[in-house]
RNA sequence: GCGCCCGUAGCUCAGCAGGAUAGAGCAUCGGUUUCCUAAACCGAAGGUCACAGGUUCGAACCCUGUCGGGCGUACCA
């Protein structure tokens, strides 16, 4: 079974390249090589799929009404294209209700793609996400970058990619200096045992406030940083490795919760023995100048400020860390690309960083990209606006908070709607936990989001469990139905598809699921994905309205068993890509 | 100051690389439950797409400018 069997907007767009190229040909014009996307026309009444023919006339010479009408004489009615439709300068295209039913079904039910994992393409990508500064609470501003890159990983995975997610764990650096002070200050070890992330929260920020009247403070840190640094085995070093590992440890809980996965875990330490080298690599491409104390890249003929290399104190940096780990990923795992999923306020860093690989003169300097995304702001009832929050300011909301908050809501509606569901506990957490996620990868990445209770803690409408919601309605019927494996089973009996003609506003929407997929590569943008599960949820729960399936009379009630069965695995697998649950029952 | 991002319904957002009459959710109002989960469904109301020019067959989308908000602007990450 070939894509374009299960994908019709493929099989269509290939029909229409044909058509297209033909017609070049004839006119003695160049092959057409401007890809073509379909949308559905404004009218339903129209067809299913339709496409603009303007620009393609230009090429063509031709005006968009007379190759419109050329296009519909070229591409003949089969199984799958009912009409074809030209209507002023677009080409309307009705599917066969049959074709439409059986494409999509088998396709979901078979695993087949875009459904289905793809063919590996031998594409390496590689992502960096996550990497939060451990040592400071997994708190609301890890989240984004957590979501949206493990959701990308998977998004890869699933298209057929090789992928490299890693953890760059935020755990050397300056900062460690003044969490070694601030241990050293108010340290306690009880505290540290039995309330760890809380306590190593609350002596940072009392560093942060103390330090602005004990300024000795900073230059303490500054030289703890720099003692860690001589890699000698002392004092520094002690406490970072009992505060990194018992952080670490601690970390493993919000990623346990929110099913997020690493392929590598190499935190900036990790490049602590590879750093020399790389300043010496930059070094001897004669691109490093000496400026104010420090080593730089200057990057004054880009009107952008220097990408330091080493501090006038000896120390390393940020950039220092991230050049030696874009040599070891070019060594280790020779990408495709290279993405990292990092918020838009680091938007200055990764360009400096591109071009030092371009002075370099790396050809891999073009696949490296900044997937940017928008802060997490707060209201400020006092100033009537939206604000970014600060962990310094003692702010910071940690994520378990959210999370119980989520479950304990959720736990609520439970009590309320369905009290007798088994496993009540795991299915609250399940869809607490879900809600949260789901609702950080609704919108456009690059967009802030606007934290807010009532909304987050919102079940309703356009949310993760409405979603979810709509899987467990499905799953109920089949498992009514005696489906304990869901779609076992289906086949053996021939499915009469012409039956499904009533359902085609659901399956048009499960066959947005391939194109779908390639915008939500193109642009890197999970978003794209949650709002086809809206839609694909939306559309089910019409449909289950209007339509019974238990009661329903063979060969209709097969047919729609076979329907709800691919529907239901269809948003499994678009629930699971954004790291988002489909329980049973709910 | 300079650079980048954002501005669409009361609120939160979609708008599928420039296409047909700008769509959802929440909130508001009205309706639906002897029926596989009402966390649902159906309907009503709600718009100067910040503003002004420009590009073209066509602009919420591209260009220029203005206004408003945000982020960044060498030794934090």
């Known amino acids: 079974?070939?894509?374009?069997?299960?994908?019709?907007?493929?099989?269509?767009?290939?029909?229409?390249?044909?058509?297209?190229?033909?017609?070049?040909?004839?006119?003695?014009?160049?092959?057409?090589?401007?890809?073509?996307?379909?949308?559905?026309?404004?009218?339903?009444?129209?067809?299913?799929?339709?496409?603009?023919?303007?620009?393609?006339?230009?090429?063509?010479?031709?005006s968009p009404v007379d190759l419109c009408r050329e296009l519909a004489e070229r591409i003949p009615v089969d199984e799958v294209i009912e009409r074809i439709n030209p209507t002023g300068p677009f080409l309307n295209i009705r599917l066969s209700r049959e074709a439409l039913a059986r494409a999509t079904i088998e396709g979901v039910l078979l695993d087949r793609a875009p459904f289905g994992p793809f063919e590996p393409n031998g594409k390496k990508i590689v992502i960096d996400y996550s990497s939060p500064n451990i040592a400071k609470p997994f708190h609301l501003g890890h989240l984004r970058s957590t979501v949206i890159g493990a959701a990308l990983r998977r998004l890869y995975l699933h298209t057929g990619h090789e992928v490299h997610g890693i953890n760059?764990?935020?755990?050397?650096?300056?900062?460690?200096?003044?969490?070694?002070?601030?241990?050293?200050?108010?340290?306690?070890?009880?505290?540290?045992?039995?309330?760890?992330?809380?306590?190593?929260?609350?002596?940072?920020?009392?560093?942060?406030?103390?330090?602005?009247?004990?300024?000795?403070?900073?230059?303490?840190?500054?030289?703890?940083?720099?003692?860690?640094?001589?890699?000698?085995?002392?004092?520094?070093?002690?406490?970072?490795?009992?505060?990194?590992?018992?952080?670490?440890?601690?970390?493993?809980?919000?990623?346990?919760?929110?099913?997020?996965?690493?392929?590598?875990?190499?935190?900036?330490?990790f490049y602590e023995d590879k750093m020399d080298a790389t300043i010496q690599a930059i070094e001897e491409k004669g691109v490093a100048t000496l400026s104010e104390g420090a080593l730089v890249v200057d990057l004054s003929d880009e009107g952008l400020p220097p990408c330091i290399l080493r501090k006038s104190d000896g120390t390393t940096i940020y950039a220092t860390r991230d050049l030696a780990a874009l040599f070891?990923?070019?060594?280790?795992?020779?990408?495709?690309?290279?993405?990292?999923?990092?918020?838009?306020?680091?938007?200055?860093?990764?360009?400096?960083?591109?071009?030092?690989?371009?002075?370099?003169?790396?050809?891999?300097?073009?696949?490296?990209?900044?997937?940017?995304?928008?802060?997490?702001?707060?209201?400020?009832e006092a100033e009537k606006r939206w604000k970014k929050g600060t962990t310094r300011g003692g702010n910071a909301i940690f994520l378990d908070e959210v999370l119980d908050e989520a479950v304990e809501g959720v736990r609520k509606i439970i009590a309320e709607k369905n009290p007798d569901l088994p496993d009540k506990e795991k299915i609250a957490e399940m869809v607490g936990v879900s809600a949260i996620v789901f609702n950080d990868l609704k919108n456009e990445r690059i967009k802030d989001v606007k934290f807010d209770w009532d909304r987050m803690l919102s079940f309703e409408g356009e949310t993760g469990p409405y979603v979810q919601y709509a899987g467990a309605r499905l799953a109920s019927i089949l498992r009514k139905a005696g489906h304990g494996n869901l779609e076992e089973g289906l086949f053996e009996s021939n499915i009469d598809y012409s039956t499904l003609a009533d359902a085609d506003k659901v399956l048009l929407v499960m066959q947005e699921f391939g194109p779908t997929l390639q915008r939500a590569l193109d642009r890197n943008e999970p978003s794209m994905v949650t709002g086809l599960m809206i839609r694909l949820a939306k559309s089910i729960h019409s449909y289950l309205r209007e339509h019974h399936v238990l009661s329903a009379e063979e060969p209709v009630r097969s047919a729609r068993l076979a329907l709800v069965a691919a529907a239901r695995r269809l948003l499994a697998t678009g629930l699971a890509t954004l790291g988002v649950a489909s329980p049973q029952e709910m």
């Open 1 to 62: 079974m070939s894509r374009s069997q299960t994908d019709l907007n493929l099989y269509l767009a290939e029909k229409i390249h044909a058509a297209l190229n033909a017609l070049s040909q004839e006119k003695g014009q160049e092959p057409q090589t401007r890809s073509i996307t379909l949308a559905p026309p404004k009218d339903e009444k129209l067809g299913d799929l339709g496409l603009a023919c303007f620009p393609f006339a230009k090429g063509l010479g031709t």
């Open 168 to 269: 760059h764990l935020g755990d050397w650096g300056a900062q460690f200096g003044k969490i070694i002070v601030a241990w050293r200050e108010w340290g306690d070890e009880a505290e540290l045992a039995t309330n760890t992330m809380r306590h190593l929260f609350d002596i940072y920020v009392r560093y942060g406030k103390e330090s602005q009247e004990r300024p000795e403070l900073d230059e303490q840190a500054r030289v703890a940083f720099q003692n860690l640094e001589t890699g000698e085995d002392n004092e520094e070093r002690r406490l970072w490795e009992k505060l990194r590992s018992i952080s670490l440890k601690a970390f493993q809980g919000p990623y346990g919760r929110l099913g997020v996965e690493f392929d590598h875990v190499t935190g900036e330490s």
């Open 328 to 380: 070891y990923r070019r060594e280790n795992y020779s990408f495709d690309r290279l993405l990292y999923v990092v918020g838009q306020e680091q938007k200055l860093h990764f360009r400096q960083l591109k071009l030092v690989l371009q002075k370099l003169g790396w050809p891999e300097a073009d696949q490296v990209e900044h997937v940017d995304f928008g802060l997490i702001l707060f209201w400020d």
